[in-house]
Structures are given as C-alpha cells and as structure tokens.
C-alpha cells in the first residue's frame, strides 16, 4: 500500500482544513487508517484513526471536538477534517495503516503501523 497525503497548507487560527490521505492498492479498504502528526521539535503523536469500515473513529483529546476524521473506500481516501484550528496544530501530518482488531491503547502507538504517508505540512499563524 502506498499512502499520499495531501491538503496541508498556511492558515490562520480559527480557520478549517481538511486534509486527505489517498492510497494505492485494493487493500485499502480492509486498513485501519491513523493519522499522526509531528511538529517540530516533537515526538510524533497520534491524531486520529479509522477503522477500515469507517464505523468507528478513535481521537487524541487533545484533538476530540475540533476534529473528524472519514474515510471514502471507493475513493481509496481518507480524509481529516480539522476546524478552529490552533497554532498548536502547526506540525507535518502523516497517514499511515495498521489492521484491524487493535485497542485504542494500541492505535496510539507508531509501532502498529505498517505503511506511512510522506506527510503534508499545517502551520497555523496566530
């Protein structure tokens, strides 16, 4: 599976993007998708996943309300809305697959993914 993330560009703080994750691959749709983010000077962190029906969604707090992540199987997309956006979103957000069948404690963890995006810069100006 190959993993192209798209949609990352300057906006102000309170604004919305939505960011796009398109993958290669009739496999897609069988993934969990997450996506993570990396700003500078920071570890990586998780954001938000997907499970490959796109029934359930799973958020970090410090995302949850702000927010949606959805996914379009037949486009092979997902997709991550993000609204009143902060300058603490400023980072390099990344996609990436895992499978199905993990706990939200393992969701969070980089390790479980398999394939990664090559991420599509967010900065947020105050």
């Known amino acids: 599976v190959q993993l192209q993330a798209s949609g990352g560009g300057l906006m102000q703080a309170g604004g919305s993007l939505r960011l796009s994750c398109a993958a290669s691959?009739?496999?897609?749709?069988?993934?969990?998708i997450g996506w993570f983010r990396q700003a500078p000077g920071k570890e990586r962190e998780f954001v938000a996943a997907i499970s490959s029906s796109g029934g359930i969604t799973y958020y970090a707090d410090s995302v949850k309300g702000r927010v949606t992540i959805s996914r379009d199987n037949a486009k092979n997309t997902v997709y991550l809305q993000m609204n009143s956006l902060k300058p603490e979103d400023t980072a390099v957000y990344y996609c990436?697959?895992?499978?199905?069948?993990?706990?939200?404690?393992?969701?969070?963890?980089?390790?479980?993914?398999?394939?990664w995006g090559q991420g599509t810069l967010v900065t947020v100006s105050s």
């Open positions: 691959g009739r496999t897609f749709r069988s993934y969990v």
């Open positions: 990436a697959t895992t499978v199905e069948g993990r706990y939200y404690r393992d969701l969070v963890r980089l390790a479980v993914y398999d394939y």
